[in-house]
Structure formats: C-alpha cells, structure tokens
C-alpha cells in the first residue's frame, strides 16, 4: 500500500503543477483549440501519424500536436512546432488543455498511462469537455474487453470495416454515437505503391513472451533463454533456416525480410543464426512497417492484423499458426473473424507446408487467387482515401 502512495505522490504533484500553471497563467491553451495525436510514444508511422498529416496540412484551424518520445527516430518526420515530448511538463499542459485527444491506443500517450491509479487524477484535473478518441491500430477482430465503453471510457471508438461496426456494436453494446466507421487512416497511403522481388515474414507478438520493457534493444538472459525455448522460436527459426526456401530465394532472386512485432524486437539478436544473404532480420529503427508492406510481394504472418493492410492491397498472404490452442488460451480470444473461414490466404501449421506455399505463389507470379480477392473486394468497404476524412468528420460530429 505504502508502495503504490509513493508511486502516484509525485506524478500527482506535477499534474496538480501543470493544471494551477495552465489556468493561472496559459489559460490561453484553452482556447486554442489543441488537439493531441500519439501512438507507441516512440513511433510517428501508424494511423495517428496519417491522421496528424492530414488535419495538419487541410485544417489549419486546428492546433493539432504529436505526442512523441524526445530523440525518437521519427520525431524527425514531424514538424518541429507541432512536437510535444513524451513526459515534459509542456505534455502535462497540452494535454490538460486539448478539446480532443486521439490515439492508436486506448491511452492516448495521456500524462503516467502506465499507473493506473492516475486515470483518476488525470480524470479530475483535465478540461471538463475534453474528448477521447481511440482510433484503430489495426482492424480489430478479437474478443477484447478492453473494447467496451464500460471497461474504457473513450468517447469515440473507431472500425475500419462494416464487418467490424456490426459485431462491435452487438457483443459490446457501443451506442451509435460512441462508435464510426471511419476506415483506417493509413489506408489512404496504400492505393499508389511499387513492389520488390521480397517475401515479407511479419508474426505478432506472444503476451507470455513478451519482455518486461519492450523499448529496449536487448533482453536478460532468463528471457532469452525462455523465448529461445518456445514453440514461436522453433518454428519461425525452423521456416528461415530451411534450406529448400534458401534455394528458392536464390534461384529467383527474392529478399526475405523477417520483421519481428514491436514487443518481440528486443528478440531479434537470437535470430544471428539465420545467416543467408537474401534473409535480412530486420529492426524496428530502420525499417517502417507500411513501408515493407507496400514494398512486398507476399506476407507470411501467424494472427497479425497487418495481413489486412496486405490484402487491402490485393497481394497474396499466409497464415502460419502453429500453436492455435496456446494463442487463444493465453493471448486473445476468437472474435468474429475465423482464418479458415474468413481469411485471405491458407492456414498451415507445418513448416513444410510455408515453404511448399511460397513456392507455388512465386510460380503464379505473386498473384492473389480469384476466390480470395473475392473475399477481400467484399470485406473491405469503404475503399477509398477519404479515411482521414471520414475520422475527421466523425470527431467534428462529437460537439453536436
């Protein structure tokens, strides 16, 4: 007890600094009209950062702002008068003050997310008419109770699909004003693209894996070892070290870039024995993810929604899901969406089965078969560029 009163003493004394100074002398914050936009608090590169561009370039009667961590390798993409630094008192301040704030996640970078206890400080002292909009990161398929407005209290929630409007709307009982079809942000950046010669291996993380701090580069030697002794180890190392792949790779000249998530990146070192030339492991620092997706000519993922992303762009993809029971059991549960059922691609589960795969899409030249973009032309409405839009004006609407 002692121990969680001294956790919030001093973030709360500089929450209760940043309100007295804001209304005793920055009340000209509160009209300003600030909006706040963040993501993982050292990335600009997903739907906020689309989302950011487009008020900031079409709406100059918004001071919209970007939450980021100081010295992050994307603050350089943003302009420089429109950065708030992730922790300083001018981000205590800026988030006090804005009538709306957005993020990718539920937390909206806001001041100490990472205390609970100081939701509710946060709640007491921010301007009474304060907005939180928690846009998509990815489109959502999974049961999450953390999509419920009882669990979080957001005051818009977006989808990126009707699919996704209708089963959200039912299994949580969104009210029609809490929930948009909006589309997602970084779609409007995927209709114009150019591809390389490159197969794309993209998994998603492992809650029980996952290191303690996922924004170092390095992890102790207890969780490598128990990373290293996991079945999600086994069975990516088995796929790159495959030597019928590495002829196929070589005998067409293909790129494989292994591109561990977010959380897993600290990982990717124990990768080192992966050691062809046309297999890069690739870091979160030097690689943008949109950016791999336009560029690929086939995804391999295991539950990633960033296979929406792929197949948004009618691009082939495979699902490689060998420890569907663990998955479910231990991450997150079955939603709507059921791979075999639903999805863009085939669901294998054997190493030996990828490989055999990957070889007959570079056959059909990296062509997505009729029946699965059938599947992807009638899931994927709205398709346009007017998600941005579409967001914009749904927060617009939240005044009235």
């Given at each position: 007890?002692k121990?969680?009163?001294?956790q919030?003493?001093?973030?709360?004394?500089?929450?209760?600094?940043?309100?007295?100074?804001?209304?005793?002398?920055?009340?000209?914050?509160?009209?300003?009209?600030?909006?706040?936009?963040?993501?993982?608090?050292?990335?600009?590169?997903?739907?906020?950062y689309?989302?950011?561009?487009?008020?900031?370039?079409?709406h100059?009667?918004?001071?919209?702002?970007?939450?980021?961590?100081k010295?992050?390798?994307?603050?350089?993409?943003?302009p420089?008068?429109?950065?708030?630094?992730?922790?300083?008192?001018?981000?205590?301040l800026?988030?006090?003050?804005?009538?709306?704030?957005?993020?990718?996640?539920?937390?909206?970078?806001?001041?100490?997310?990472?205390?609970?206890?100081?939701?509710?400080?946060?709640?007491?002292?921010?301007?009474?008419?304060?907005?939180?909009?928690?846009?998509?990161?990815?489109?959502?398929?999974?049961?999450?109770?953390?999509?419920?407005?009882?669990?979080?209290?957001?005051?818009?929630?977006?989808v990126?699909?009707?699919?996704?409007?209708?089963?959200?709307?039912?299994?949580?009982?969104?009210?029609?004003?809490?929930i948009?079809?909006?589309?997602?942000?970084?779609?409007?950046?995927?209709?114009?693209?150019?591809?390389?010669r490159?197969?794309?291996?993209?998994?998603?993380?492992?809650?029980?894996?996952?290191?303690?701090?996922?924004?170092?580069?390095e992890?102790?030697?207890e969780?490598a070892?128990?990373?290293?002794?996991?079945?999600?180890?086994?069975?990516?190392?088995?796929?790159?070290?495959?030597?019928?792949?590495?002829?196929?790779?070589?005998?067409?000249?293909?790129?494989?870039?292994?591109?561990?998530?977010?959380?897993?990146?600290?990982?990717?070192?124990?990768?080192?024995?992966?050691?062809?030339?046309?297999?890069?492991?690739?870091?979160?620092?030097?690689?943008d993810?949109?950016?791999?997706l336009?560029?690929?000519?086939?995804?391999?993922?295991?539950?990633?929604?960033?296979?929406?992303?792929?197949?948004?762009?009618?691009?082939?993809?495979?699902?490689?899901?060998?420890?569907?029971?663990?998955?479910?059991?231990?991450h997150?549960?079955?939603g709507?969406?059921?791979?075999?059922?639903?999805?863009?691609?085939?669901?294998l589960?054997?190493?030996?089965?990828?490989?055999?795969?990957?070889?007959?899409v570079?056959?059909?030249?990296?062509?997505?078969?009729?029946?699965?973009?059938?599947?992807?032309?009638?899931?994927?409405?709205?398709?346009?560029?007017?998600?941005?839009?579409?967001?914009?004006?749904?927060?617009?609407?939240?005044?009235?």
């Amino acid at each position: 007890m002692k121990n969680k009163l001294m956790q919030i003493v001093g973030p709360t004394f500089q929450m209760l600094a940043a309100y007295t100074v804001l209304h005793l002398f920055k009340r000209s914050l509160l009209r300003m009209n600030i909006w706040t936009v963040g993501e993982k608090k050292t990335e600009a590169r997903d739907n906020g950062y689309h989302f950011f561009n487009y008020v900031h370039k079409n709406h100059p009667e918004v001071n919209i702002y970007y939450i980021i961590a100081k010295g992050a390798p994307d603050e350089k993409k943003l302009p420089a008068d429109r950065v708030v630094h992730f922790g300083t008192f001018m981000h205590k301040l800026y988030c006090l003050a804005a009538i709306n704030c957005i993020g990718g996640q539920a937390h909206a970078n806001k001041p100490y997310y990472n205390i609970p206890a100081m939701k509710r400080v946060y709640d007491r002292l921010k301007r009474k008419s304060q907005k939180l909009i928690w846009i998509s990161h990815g489109v959502r398929k999974d049961k999450i109770d953390a999509f419920s407005p009882k669990v979080t209290n957001y005051s818009l929630f977006t989808v990126a699909t009707q699919t996704e409007y209708k089963y959200y709307t039912k299994q949580f009982e969104i009210p029609e004003n809490k929930i948009a079809l909006t589309g997602l942000c970084r779609f409007d950046n995927l209709h114009q693209f150019k591809t390389k010669r490159q197969i794309l291996v993209m998994p998603t993380f492992r809650s029980w894996l996952k290191p303690r701090d996922t924004s170092l580069d390095e992890v102790t030697k207890e969780q490598a070892e128990l990373f290293t002794s996991s079945p999600f180890f086994h069975y990516y190392f088995e796929l790159l070290t495959n030597k019928r792949l590495h002829q196929l790779l070589e005998k067409d000249n293909i790129q494989l870039i292994f591109y561990l998530h977010y959380s897993f990146q600290a990982y990717r070192r124990l990768f080192r024995g992966v050691n062809h030339p046309n297999i890069l492991i690739a870091g979160r620092n030097d690689y943008d993810v949109q950016a791999l997706l336009k560029e690929s000519l086939l995804l391999v993922t295991d539950y990633s929604s960033v296979f929406f992303d792929f197949c948004y762009m009618k691009k082939p993809v495979i699902y490689y899901q060998f420890d569907q029971d663990e998955y479910r059991s231990k991450h997150y549960k079955e939603g709507y969406w059921s791979y075999e059922r639903d999805g863009f691609g085939p669901v294998l589960k054997e190493c030996k089965d990828v490989v055999n795969e990957i070889e007959d899409v570079v056959k059909s030249s990296f062509v997505l078969s009729p029946e699965y973009k059938k599947k992807a032309d009638e899931f994927f409405v709205p398709y346009d560029n007017n998600n941005c839009k579409r967001l914009y004006e749904a927060i617009i609407n939240l005044k009235n």
